[in-house]
C-alpha cells in the first residue's frame, strides 16, 4: 500500500504517497481496491454499449464480418491453406483471441487520459485504470465464444482432448494486452500522439499473427523466432486445443510466453516508474 507519513507527532495530517519501486506495486494495493476495479471495468462495458443501435450484437458482429472478409478474399480468392478444416472455422478460432487482445489493448492504453479527472482528484493504485478495460473485454470474449461452439457444431468439428489447455492461452493473450496496455498508457500519458500509432500498430500486428494463413507458411528454421511475436503462439495453441491442427506449439510457444513475460515485467517497471508524474503531465 502507499506508504503514510505523519508530518508530526499528534497531527491528524496524513501525507499518501506511491510506494517505492514496482516491485511493491503489490497485489495488496489492487486486492484492497478490487471493488474499484469491478465498478471500472463494469463501467466500462455499459459505456461501450450505451445508446447504440444494435447493442451487444457488436460483439459477435465484428468477427462474424471480419471472419466473412478473410474467408472470400484469403480463403477463395487467394487460396490461402487452412490445415484441413472449413475456412471460416480456421479464420474465426483465430480471430476471437485477437478481438480480445486488440481491444484490450487499444482501450487500455488511452486509459489514463480518459481517466485524467481520476488521477489528479484520487489516490488509489493507478494500476487499475488499464486493467479495467481488460477485464470488461473479457464479457466479449465470452460472448463470441458462443458463436464459435455453433459454429463447431455446424461443421461437426469435435474439440481436442487439449481443450483444456484454452484458458492458459487466454491467460497469454491477457497478460500481453496488459504489459503492452501499460506501455502505451504511461506513454501517452506524457506524449498525446501515442494514441495516433495504437490503430496502425493493431493493423501491422494483426498481419504479423498467423490469423488468415497458418504459421505453418513460415519456414521451418524461422518458425521459433516467430514465436517473438507472442500472439503468434496465442493462436496457434487457440487452434491446436480447438481443432487439433498445426501439432503442439512447442518451441514457439515458449518464446512467446517468454516475450510475453519481458513486455509485462518491463512495462510495469515502467508504468510504476512514471507513475509519480501522470497528475501533472495529464
Given at each position: 500500500?502507499?506508504?503514510?507519513?505523519?508530518?508530526?507527532?499528534?497531527?491528524?495530517?496524513?501525507?499518501?504517497?506511491?510506494?517505492?519501486?514496482?516491485?511493491?506495486?503489490?497485489?495488496?494495493?489492487?486486492?484492497?481496491?478490487?471493488?474499484?476495479?469491478?465498478?471500472?471495468?463494469?463501467?466500462?462495458?455499459?459505456?461501450?454499449?450505451?445508446?447504440?443501435?444494435?447493442?451487444?450484437?457488436?460483439?459477435?458482429?465484428?468477427?462474424?464480418?471480419?471472419?466473412?472478409?478473410?474467408?472470400?478474399?484469403?480463403?477463395?480468392?487467394?487460396?490461402?491453406?487452412?490445415?484441413?478444416?472449413?475456412?471460416?472455422?480456421?479464420?474465426?478460432?483465430?480471430?476471437?483471441?485477437?478481438?480480445?487482445?486488440?481491444?484490450?489493448?487499444?482501450?487500455?492504453?488511452?486509459?489514463?487520459?480518459?481517466?485524467?479527472?481520476?488521477?489528479?482528484?484520487?489516490?488509489?493504485?493507478?494500476?487499475?485504470?488499464?486493467?479495467?478495460?481488460?477485464?470488461?473485454?473479457?464479457?466479449?470474449?465470452?460472448?463470441?465464444?458462443?458463436?464459435?461452439?455453433?459454429?463447431?457444431?455446424?461443421?461437426?468439428?469435435?474439440?481436442?482432448?487439449?481443450?483444456?489447455?484454452?484458458?492458459?492461452?487466454?491467460?497469454?493473450?491477457?497478460?500481453?494486452?496488459?504489459?503492452?496496455?501499460?506501455?502505451?498508457?504511461?506513454?501517452?500519458?506524457?506524449?498525446r500522439d501515442v494514441?495516433?500509432?495504437?490503430?496502425?500498430?493493431?493493423?501491422?500486428?494483426?498481419?504479423?499473427?498467423?490469423?488468415?494463413?497458418?504459421?505453418?507458411?513460415?519456414?521451418?528454421?524461422?518458425?521459433?523466432?516467430?514465436?517473438?511475436?507472442?500472439?503468434?503462439?496465442?493462436?496457434?495453441?487457440?487452434?491446436?486445443?480447438?481443432?487439433?491442427?498445426?501439432?503442439?506449439?512447442?518451441?514457439?510457444?515458449?518464446?512467446?510466453?517468454?516475450?510475453?513475460?519481458?513486455?509485462?515485467?518491463?512495462?510495469?517497471?515502467?508504468?510504476?516508474?512514471t507513475e509519480r508524474?501522470?497528475?501533472?503531465?495529464?
Open positions: 500500500m502507499a506508504d503514510r507519513v505523519a508530518e508530526a507527532a499528534g497531527s491528524s495530517l496524513v501525507v499518501i504517497r506511491p510506494s517505492r519501486g514496482w516491485a511493491r506495486a503489490s497485489l495488496r494495493d489492487l486486492w484492497a481496491y478490487r471493488e474499484l476495479l469491478y465498478f471500472l471495468a463494469w463501467r466500462d462495458v455499459k459505456v461501450r454499449y450505451k445508446q447504440t443501435a444494435l447493442g451487444v450484437a457488436w460483439v459477435v458482429i465484428q468477427p462474424l464480418f471480419a471472419m466473412l472478409v478473410f474467408s472470400v478474399f484469403f480463403g477463395r480468392l487467394a487460396g490461402m491453406p487452412s490445415d484441413g478444416v472449413p475456412y471460416p472455422v480456421f479464420a474465426f478460432c483465430a480471430l476471437l483471441p485477437w478481438q480480445l487482445f486488440a481491444h484490450a489493448l487499444t482501450e487500455s492504453s488511452t486509459s489514463l487520459v480518459a481517466n485524467q479527472n481520476l488521477v489528479t482528484k484520487v489516490y488509489f493504485p493507478r494500476l487499475i485504470i488499464p486493467l479495467a478495460p481488460v477485464l470488461a473485454s473479457l464479457l466479449d470474449f465470452v460472448i463470441a465464444f458462443g458463436i464459435l461452439l455453433g459454429m463447431l457444431a455446424y461443421y461437426r468439428i469435435t474439440p481436442t482432448p487439449w481443450v483444456w489447455t484454452l484458458p492458459l492461452f487466454l491467460l497469454l493473450a491477457i497478460t500481453l494486452a496488459i504489459g503492452v496496455g501499460l506501455w502505451l498508457a504511461a506513454l501517452n500519458a506524457r506524449y494514441r495516433y500509432t495504437i490503430p496502425f500498430l493493431t493493423q501491422i500486428w494483426l498481419f504479423a499473427t498467423p490469423i488468415a494463413y497458418p504459421s505453418s507458411l513460415v519456414p521451418e528454421p524461422w518458425r521459433i523466432w516467430y514465436g517473438l511475436n507472442p500472439m503468434a503462439g496465442v493462436v496457434d495453441g487457440f487452434r491446436w486445443a480447438l481443432l487439433g491442427t498445426g501439432g503442439a506449439p512447442g518451441g514457439l510457444l515458449a518464446v512467446s510466453a517468454a516475450a510475453t513475460l519481458v513486455i509485462l515485467v518491463s512495462g510495469l517497471h515502467y508504468f510504476r516508474r508524474t501522470f497528475a501533472d503531465t495529464i
